[in-house]
């Protein structure tokens, strides 16, 4: 676990000079950066990792959750570098279109009943279990070609994806170049489609307490007054709440069957549990900072001029402070997703994290901790899923420290 | 001051009674009751037991009860271990803890305060750089991965210390490393970085154009003025060992209140999960109140507010 | 304030707290055991009657005795508190004579009426003994422990009276004797029971302690606990004090190997009534009867025991300390037993199997045997379209046993078709249909599924471990390959996965069963309709009637062809889908003695020794079940 959000990280620290910043700040700040070999060189990482993650399903990779159980704990191995995989059924995607829009038309018939049993409020319970079920064998047939190879459940995007892979590749895919798991899946392939999930969960996370951080902390400081000290006490409160057990409290009830459920109805798996409640912890830190900028950005003579032109005081905030809360923001960003991304590590350690067939870093790391053993070590499965994630929790903490050079050499570490 | 530790206390009861009422109503939220026994009761005996724990009332009489009871320190019964209170889990759980974390934060501490400052003594060469290398690493790993990593150097590679178990100090070392690495290798970075900018302080190359040796410069002079940022870390870096002990006592088998919890939460033994975020709330708001006075002790520019 | 002082404050902060971490763990240290072994999990309880799993069974073994214990290699009883016994002709009653030396802890004597009084706690329905089924062989056992529900007009009944709310929690009220004339239901859960005593109908109704201690009753109704069958219609009868005779329902051939199962220990009343439960268990507290007593229990930590210096066989107890330590982790268990912390683990990794059972020379520590237990999935049959038996038998059909126990399950697990696992004497092996993917294929599209198009999504439940999570892994795979159906799996922790079990909220559930008994009725007893382990929802009359009529039925031979025939009818509706059989992984140091391998991987403390000269090898190694 890294830090956690409970303590008071940075509030006294980042606070930068403001006076001076604009465009030409931040091309400043940019130069500086560039001249930084660490950063430019974990950048230039990240970038690498986040665009093979996003390609993932372009790639020439073996499905990711395709059992051989004949290569159970293969060793890495690159001879031959290439082989055969198994071969994607066109016919069978050419025939679901015809499938799907039949059950669609099931699926008006079943909406209308559910309207209709809601109106009459009888067996509305059994009209909504039918209304899942049919949209879940919708899902389930348009997946079903995919799945039959190997693949998670698929989105759009990632389908086509997939089929043009197979288009451009055939059927020919890398060997296990990080060799295999006990139900001989390749591992190479599980840490590429692991990167989607764990990036995305970062990030996804990240961005929703950077969106409440930043408008609380700019509300709370622009209002000033008692709706400033209301507001701050509120995240003082907070700030002593163990988060991380709440966390898991939340979703062990969240995992409880008939909720989980209701909640898969409304699209929203443990995934999406996850990046709501993180993102609702990790915000108070940025609320706290932002509000100390904003408090000495209000006073500032290009505000005031706003304020004179007669602009709303929503326009003032969201015009002329945030885009000058960029830096803190950076710095901010750079520092929360490698903890995030740990979190969802140390949940997948508890078995709470991301759910089969999906894969992430930390379950990848988790499943290796597991069979290290005196008695053999399959050393490969522990080894890579650590590289992966460290390289890039490395990535992005020289970044972040780059950046918070770059913006403002006298910030300290915090 | 007396000000000060009232309105702290006023604010750690507010606290305390959300976390309470939220838990309270997800608990209750959950379907199964407390008393969900394996073996399907007789109406009656069901019965009996609803009216005996107020279960027949509405929710919010039975969130009142519960609540008198929580304010009279009775935490009430562990659903999954029945021979035992959580008032009782607590007691047998918060020293162990206690022992784990304290250690965990000396370690963290002295091995970082030592690394950041030989890496500010050594700067710019190949040292600096592989101790830095080393102290982000130990931010950028999970928990999990580096007690895994231990145990096969420190347990079977070199038999120095035991695999698991609770008893004596040997058990306690490998698993205070793991809980205080990540916090070592933050306040190596602080500390470093503070060094760095205290060395070059005026007063410093005052010292150094004396003739003051290199040694007595650095301990006596230099860190002093480094300390500052490292003890304001301390109190994040104590939420988070409390909070990181969850994983270390579970992979090193220690019974303390991280285990207990996990076990709680993943067992659905919910009192026992409430009583230990409540716990958990007080020891946050504990710590952070220790770590302020401390901070104002340190530092004369401070007013306790 | 000075800056030296700020410093001695910074340096006296930083002493403190390692001045913390020292006194804590100087505390802890405790003498070393003679013998540790791993207990798994944290044990729910020490009370006999409420445990069911098998970390509780290890500890109860040790620190209770019923009136007889098994032999700790074949499992045949052999006397404990009873010296001996006498069974009638007809098989149905039992009188056991307890011998004189048998002692509870606090050095009072063992007596019938130590029996009486727990066997009555372990049937009341206030105590809610999940394996309380285990007793109602026994004569009116059955009805006694169904309380209210239990008891017809005419029946003698006994009314429990309430006590004051603060009273001590196991006292029994006041009891009255009387006939039941009529029931009046007032509500669902709500009845009268009019009993007549002495002549005269009163009214009592049922309610808690603490509402009759506060509201009066209406007029002409008396509050009382609960109104039960009167207890001496039960067929448990205390001749004098050291003569017990037993009344069964059925002649039950494996009713004496019952007694010597942990649910039917007894407790000490004294002990109970004097601090209440459950703290009548408290490590200080607690009096027991057997060839231990618990020196201190520190949860999710260790129990400790000692050898008890009042059990009547204390000169054949060997061992003196004993470490019980809940280690849930098969990998902290497995290095601990490598680094020497202890002597014996139950269980190992499947990975670290893989690698010790190919060993060469093989290991003196390490001999997989199986026992009478059985891994199979349960099917939720009152789920669609889990409710045809087609789908069931496909999605039985479907799996490739051979590739799961080869690849998942190093130990050399058998692949099994069948829910009693061979092993019983004279029982034929019955077997679901032979594995075939078009056959499976077929009856899918025959049920209105081909491809498995418009299957509704599955979810397999297990609970948390590192091979049933594996091997639902691959049936997962087993199945969308074979079906083209989709599922999901899930799982949660022993008491959460339990809880999932007995509510019904699960499609498909891995479950396995290890027999209490050696007798294929351990196993086909689950699947009746009334049964709290059947929690299929499936029910077959005539599978009823067959168990049943087997239960009556004296001739061994006869008793077989009944359960054989129960057997085939679960096998073909297949509510469950067998997987394979259970092999012990035991663990043993070489240099302990009286381990054995057994049918029902059963081992007893009591029995154990250990003896660092030995040259060959220990028992353990030797035998075979």
Known sequence: MSETPNGKPGEAVLVPQVASMGMSLSQDAWRRLRKNRVAMLSLGTLITICVLALLTPLLPLQAPDRAQTALQYEEPTASPLWILSRHLDEDEIARTPALVSMMEKELAVLKTRYKQARKDSIGLEDARRQLRRKEAEIQDTVQAPYRNLGYPQLGFLSRSMVRARFALFGDWSINSLCGRDILGRDLLSRLFWGARISLLVGLVATIVSLVIGVNYGAISGYCGGWIDDAMMRAVDVLYSVPFIFVVIFLLTILGEESIADELAYWGINRITVFFLVVGAIYWLTMSRVVRGQVISLKHELFVEAARSLGASQSRIIFLHLLPNLMSVVLVYLTLTIPRVMLFEAFLSFLGLGVEPPDVSWGLLANEGIKVITPVKLYWWLILFPSLALGATLLALNFLGDGVRDALDPRLRDT | ?305 | ?625
């Open chain 2, 1 to 305: 001051m007396i000000s000060f530790m009232l309105r702290r206390l006023l604010w750690m009861a507010i606290t305390l009674l959300v976390v309470f009422t939220v838990s309270f109503f997800l608990m209750r939220s959950v379907p199964g009751g407390p008393f969900d026994r394996e073996r399907v009761l007789e109406p009656e005996i069901m019965q009996n037991i609803e009216k005996r724990y107020n279960l027949d009332k509405p929710l919010y009489q039975q969130y009142l009860f519960e609540l008198s009871k929580v304010v009279r320190g009775d935490l009430g019964y562990s659903y999954k271990i029945n021979d035992y209170t959580v008032n009782e889990v607590i007691a047998e759980g918060l020293p162990i803890s206690v022992a784990l974390g304290s250690l965990a934060l000396v370690f963290a501490t002295t091995l970082g305060l030592v690394a950041g400052v030989t890496s500010a003594v050594l700067r710019g060469t190949w040292g600096d750089v592989l101790l830095m290398l080393i102290a982000t690493l130990g931010i950028a790993l999970p928990n999990f991965v580096i007690a895994g990593i231990c145990i096969l150097l420190f347990v079977f590679l070199i038999p120095l210390f035991p695999a698991a178990g609770w008893g004596d100090f040997n058990q306690l070392v490998l698993p205070a490393f793991c809980l205080g690495a990540p916090y070592a290798a933050y306040v190596a970075r602080i500390a470093r970085t503070s060094m760095l900018d205290v060395l070059s302080q005026d007063h410093i190359r005052t010292a150094r154009a004396k003739g003051v040796g290199p040694l007595r410069l650095i301990l006596v002079h230099a860190l002093r003025g480094a300390l500052l940022p490292v003890v304001s870390f301390l109190g994040p870096a104590v939420a988070g060992i409390l909070t990181g002990s969850l994983v270390v006592e579970q992979i090193f088998a220690i019974p303390g209140l991280g285990s207990h919890f996990v076990q709680a939460a993943l067992q659905k033994d919910y009192t026992l999960a409430m009583g230990l975020v409540l716990l958990y709330t007080v020891l946050l708001y504990g710590m952070n109140w220790l770590v302020d006075l401390s901070y104002a002790l340190l530092d004369p520019r401070v007013e306790l507010a």
């Open chain 3, 1 to 625: 304030m000075s800056s030296t002082s700020r410093n001695l404050i910074a340096c006296f902060l930083l002493g403190s707290l390692l001045l913390t971490a020292v006194w804590t763990t100087l505390g802890g240290g405790l003498p070393p055991a003679d013998f540790t072994f791993i207990n798994e999990s944290e044990v729910k309880s020490v009370d006999p009657a409420l445990i069911t799993g098998q970390p509780e069974g290890r500890i109860a073994y040790s620190i209770f005795e019923g009136l007889i214990r098994n032999d700790p290699k074949t499992l045949e009883p052999i006397p404990g508190v009873a010296q001996r016994w006498e069974i009638s002709e007809d098989r149905l009653e039992y009188t056991f004579f307890l011998r004189e030396d048998a002692r509870w802890s606090d050095g009072t004597p063992v007596t019938a009426h130590d029996f009486a009084y727990s066997w009555r706690r372990f049937l009341d329905p206030r105590t809610a003994a999940e394996y309380a089924y285990q007793a109602w062989y026994i004569k009116n056992a059955h009805n006694y422990s169904r309380g209210g529900s239990g008891v017809r007009p005419g029946d003698a009944v006994e009314v429990e009276l309430n006590l004051p709310p603060d009273a001590i929690n196991t006292l029994r009220g006041e009891v009255i004797y009387g006939k039941l004339v009529r029931i009046v239901p007032r509500s669902d859960d709500q009845r009268d029971f009019v009993v007549k005593i002495a002549g005269k109908d009163t009214t009592f109704r049922p309610t808690d302690d603490s509402e009759a201690a506060k509201v009066q009753p209406p007029n002409g109704v008396r509050w009382c606990r609960q109104v039960l069958l009167d207890f001496h219609e039960v067929g448990i009868e205390i001749l004098d004090d050291r003569t017990l005779r037993i009344t069964l329902e059925n002649p039950t051939p494996y009713f004496l190997g019952l007694l010597g199962f942990y649910p039917l220990f007894p407790v000490n009343q004294r002990c109970l009534e004097t601090y209440g439960a459950p703290a009548w268990t408290k490590a200080n507290h607690v009096v027991t009867n057997g060839a231990y007593e618990i020196a201190f229990r520190r949860i999710r930590d260790r129990i400790r025991l000692v050898k008890s210096d009042q059990y009547w066989n204390r000169e054949n107890v060997r061992l003196e300390v004993v470490d019980a330590l809940a280690v849930e982790s098969l990998t902290t268990a497995l290095n601990l037993f490598l680094t020497d912390k202890a002597d014996w683990i139950g269980d190992v990794p499947p990975p670290a199997m893989r690698e010790l059972v190919r060993e060469d020379p093989p290991r003196n520590d390490l001999n997989p045997a199986p026992f009478l237990s059985s891994y199979y999935y349960l099917i939720n049959t009152r789920r669609k379209p889990l409710d045809d038996v087609r789908i069931r038998r496909a999605l039985s059909m479907a799996l490739d046993r051979e590739e799961i126990t080869s690849k998942l399950l190093p130990a050399g697990e058998p692949p099994s078709l069948s829910l009693v696992p061979p092993g019983i004497e004279g029982y034929h092996l019955q077997t679901a249909e032979p594995e075939s993917a078009d056959e499976a294929r077929r009856l899918f599209a025959e049920a209105g599924y081909p491809e498995g198009h418009g299957f509704p999504r599955l979810e397999i439940l297990t609970n948390t471990h590192e091979a049933h999570q594996a091997i639902a892994e691959l049936i997962r795979k087993q199945w969308q390959r074979v079906l083209g159906i989709s599922v999901k799996t899930r799982n949660e922790e022993w008491g959460a996965y339990h809880t999932s079990m007995r509510q019904g909220k699960y499609d498909i559930a891995r479950r396995g069963w290890i027999s209490d008994y050696t007798d294929p009725n351990t196993f086909l007893n689950m699947f009746i309709t009334h049964s709290e382990q059947n929690s299929t929802g499936w029910s077959n009359a005539k599978y009823d009637q067959f168990v049943v009529q087997a239960s009556y039925e004296v001739d061994p031979q006869k008793r077989f062809r009944l359960l054989e025939q129960a057997e085939r009818i679960l096998l073909d509706e297949l509510p469950l889908i067998p997987i394979y059989t259970y092999v012990s992984k035991n663990m043993v140091k070489p240099y302990v003695r009286g381990f054995y391998n057994n049918v029902r991987d059963e081992h007893y403390i009591w029995a154990m020794w250990i003896d660092r000269s030995l040259e060959q090898q220990n028992e353990f190694m030797r035998s075979r079940p």
